[in-house]
């Protein structure tokens, strides 16, 4: 394949940052709602109904253990585009705009002389209740409707007569496929027959899931072909990701955005480009807000010291070892109407749950009722055994570190007083 051949070559030659922006490489980022990492045939899903999604991850390098830190999606992309946590963007619930004084990575990328563009394809990305179209030439969202989204079809077709008509070297283009997204329907997907032949005994939730996932991967495979074909990933650095994941019944529940369970959290990721090592897999942990400045510093661009995100290059290039961090999650209820007055209200909200993963623990605090959950994650992957002991030390530790980065990190911590409570 042309892009792997290119890639082998591109390690030889200067890094990105010292080139002039003529010779900068393309951005480009992928985002798919509520994919989760395990059902990707490259990540060891059994069933092969992602071959072009497998395609990237096989000319790049893939992320075991990443996740976001809210499983919404304006409020997770908000975080993408600043490095900074809710406490900063503001941003606690989809319909919730970006707060001022926050510089987002079209922003920065526009300074360097790149043209932006992006095509989103969800109702809560659309630029007045989302705020991220800041730094964008080209914004096209899904519209006004709340219940629109845009078909991956419609979305892939949109950004093709960008490619065509206005987008310029170097570019960042960024877009939000809608599908895996609730409610999960039975999908077609051309030249991927394989999710049509399982025939098992799975419920229809994942099957259907699973039909849109392979649906969505079509149409990525369709853009990248046009990409490729136009010469724009001869020089590019290629990120596909998503937004949150999905809970297809695990837990007793379907969806995301009300539970902090790991696979509602982990996200996937995978990223290839010049330089960056073809089929690595990494198991060190990484969230949403490592991505803008680890882009920044693949491109040369010195990252601002007020990000709050590590920059990952280190570990993906050098194969340097990430320094383990407490990774602090919160979500909200119910997303915000475009009222009079609701969105302050809503903005001052106390989330629903707080969680914090120090190592293989985790610790979770649902607001309502007091609730408490804690475990052991290299024990009990699938979160079913909650070992939470209020009298016992590690346990009340775990709390007061959760309680110390709500006070820090969250949109709500410096309003709301929350003490351990047994």
């Known amino acids: 394949m042309r892009m792997r051949v290119w890639l082998a070559g591109m390690a030889l030659l200067v890094y990105a940052g010292y080139l002039p922006a003529k010779d900068l490489p393309n951005v480009i980022i992928l985002s798919v709602d509520s994919l989760r990492p395990d059902h990707i045939a490259a990540s ?55 707060l001022p004084g926050n510089r987002t990575l079209a922003e920065v990328l526009q300074g360097k002389g790149y043209h932006t563009a992006a095509v989103m394809g969800c109702w809560a990305l659309y630029h007045s209740r989302s705020g991220l179209d800041r730094g964008f030439e080209f914004y096209q969202d899904s519209g006004a409707g709340w219940n629109l989204e845009l078909d991956a079809k419609v979305l892939t077709g949109r950004a093709q007569a960008l490619l065509t008509s206005d987008l310029k070297e170097p570019f960042f283009l960024f877009l939000h496929y809608a599908e895996p997204h609730q409610p999960h329907r039975s999908y077609s997907a051309p030249g991927n027959q394989a999710v049509n032949r ?21 149409w990525i495979g369709v853009l990248l072909t046009d990409l490729e074909s136009r010469g724009f990933l001869d020089n590019a650095i290629v990120i596909v990701m998503s937004d949150h994941g999905e809970s297809l019944g695990e837990n007793g529940y379907v969806g995301h955005g009300r539970k902090l369970y790991e696979n509602i959290l982990r996200i996937a990721l995978i990223v290839s480009g010049p330089k960056i090592p073809a089929g690595k897999k990494i198991r060190s942990p990484a ?8 882009i920044l510093s693949y491109l040369g661009v010195e990252p601002d010291s007020k990000m709050e995100g590590r920059d990952l290059i280190p ?11 407490q990774m602090f999650f919160e979500t909200y209820g119910t997303a915000v109407l475009d009222l009079p007055g609701i969105k302050k209200a809503a903005r001052e ?50 709390a007061e570190l959760l309680l110390e980065n709500f006070r ?11 003490e351990f409570r047994p």
């Open 287 to 294: 969230q949403t807000l490592d991505l803008m400045p680890t």
């Open 349 to 398: 909200s106390p989330p629903s749950a707080i969680g914090l993963r120090v190592g293989d623990l985790k610790i979770v605090h649902y607001l309502k009722g007091n609730g408490w959950e804690v475990y052991d994650l290299a024990r009990d992957p699938e979160e079913k055994d909650n070992l939470f002991n209020p009298e016992n030390p590690e346990h009340r530790k775990l």
């Open 44 to 98: 060891g899903y059994p069933h092969p109904i992602t071959p072009n999604i497998d395609r990237v991850a096989d000319s790049g390098v893939t992320f075991q253990e990443a996740h976001s830190s809210i499983p919404l999606t304006n409020p997770s992309l908000s975080i993408l585009f600043t490095s900074h946590y809710l406490s900063q963007t503001g941003v606690n619930r989809n319909g919730i705009t970006l």
């Open 198 to 218: 399982v025939d098992d005994d799975r419920p229809a939730v994942e099957k259907n899931y699973d039909s849109e996932v392979a649906y969505v991967d079509h």
């Open 408 to 418: 820090v990190k969250s949109a709500a911590g410096k309003r709301l007083k929350l």
């Open 315 to 325: 570990n993906i290039i050098k194969d340097q070892p990430l320094e383990p961090v």
